[in-house]
Structure formats: C-alpha cells, structure tokens
C-alpha cells in the first residue's frame, strides 16, 4: 500500500499509508455531518475536498489539505476537537471504527459529491460499484485498530504543534 505525508506547515507532518489516511478523511467527513458543522462555507468547502481526497484517484498523493483549509487558528481548533471526538469514539465504542462503518462512511462521501455533481456515475448501480471499490465491507481492521488509532493520535499532535517529524525523519512514530 502507498504512503502519503500528512503535513502542516514547514514540512512538519508524519507519513501514513493511505488506508489510514482515507479512514481518517472518511471520520472527520463523518463527523463534520454528525455534528451540523457544514453550514460555515470554508468547513462545507473542507468537508467537500476529504470527500474527493477520499478516493484513492493518486496512491501516495492523497491529502488531508491541512494547509490549504486550516488557515487560522480557530480552524485548526476545530478540526482538532473534531479529530479528538473520533478518538474517543474509537476507543469508546466497539462498532465505530469497522470495516463496515467506513463502508458506509465512503458510501456517504461519495454520495455527497454524487450530488453536488462532483462525480458523475451512469446509474445507482455504477455508483454502488464505485462504493464497493474501496472494499471497506471486507476490510479486516480489527486487526490493526491500534495502528488506525495511532494515525488520529498522530494528527492531533501534529494539529497541536507537539509533532515535529518532517518528510526526511526517521519514521519511528508508528507502533511496530
């Protein structure tokens, strides 16, 4: 599976397989809705692009647009606190981080830019396809929750300022 860089700044950020970072898009996709957020323009436009970022079009291209997005301090905040609830979630509840839950967390997102016109699909069924192509509904992530943990644990220090790896350190921020 390819890798991407999730930075913030001057080249400040982890690098994280896909699947995680997809996982993550999905979340805070998820929980941006959850919450009601999307009615400030800039989080609805945000919200939008993890959606697209979502699908794998890139492998090792995929992106959180942390820069791009979270321009002010309050931005960072929120997509902070957002990022802390999904990790309370994860560890609170058995069923929220599940191959079936970010199934349907992707069948959503892509929903979403299905209806903004954003992707065009030729019938539901080509839709469903698309949705299945993530193969989340097979996905075994019980096996490494702890690893998909530690990618929310990762980008929260990283949101906070306490990450301070860069695209050449070492990568011995991930649990063996």
């Known amino acids: 599976m390819a890798s991407s860089f999730i930075g913030l700044g001057d080249d400040v950020g982890f690098w994280a397989r896909d699947g995680f970072v997809e996982a993550i898009q999905l979340c805070l996709v998820a929980e941006i809705e959850v ?13 939008r692009r993890l959606a697209l970022q979502a699908l794998p079009l890139i492998y090792g291209g995929t992106s959180l647009e942390l820069d791009e997005h979270l321009t002010t301090a309050a931005r960072r905040e929120l997509i902070c606190q957002l990022n802390e609830q999904i990790i309370r979630r994860i560890r609170q509840e058995p069923d929220y ?12 997102a892509m929903q979403l830019l299905w209806e903004t016109g954003e992707l065009v699909f030729e019938s539901k069924e080509d839709f469903q396809r698309a949705v299945n192509d993530g ?20 980008l929260n220090r990283l949101l906070k300022g306490r990450l301070h790896a860069r695209v050449d350190s070492p990568i011995d921020y991930w649990p063996c």
Do not use: C, M
Not at 35 to 47: A, C, I, M
Not at 135 to 154: C, D, M, T
């Open 97 to 108: 981080l599940t191959g079936p839950t970010l199934h349907r967390f992707r069948h959503r």
């Open 35 to 47: 919450r009601r957020l999307d009615t400030e323009p800039w989080l609805l436009t945000y919200k």
């Open 135 to 154: 193969g989340w509904q097979h996905s075994a992530i019980q096996e490494v929750k702890r690893n998909y943990l530690h990618g929310f644990v990762l």
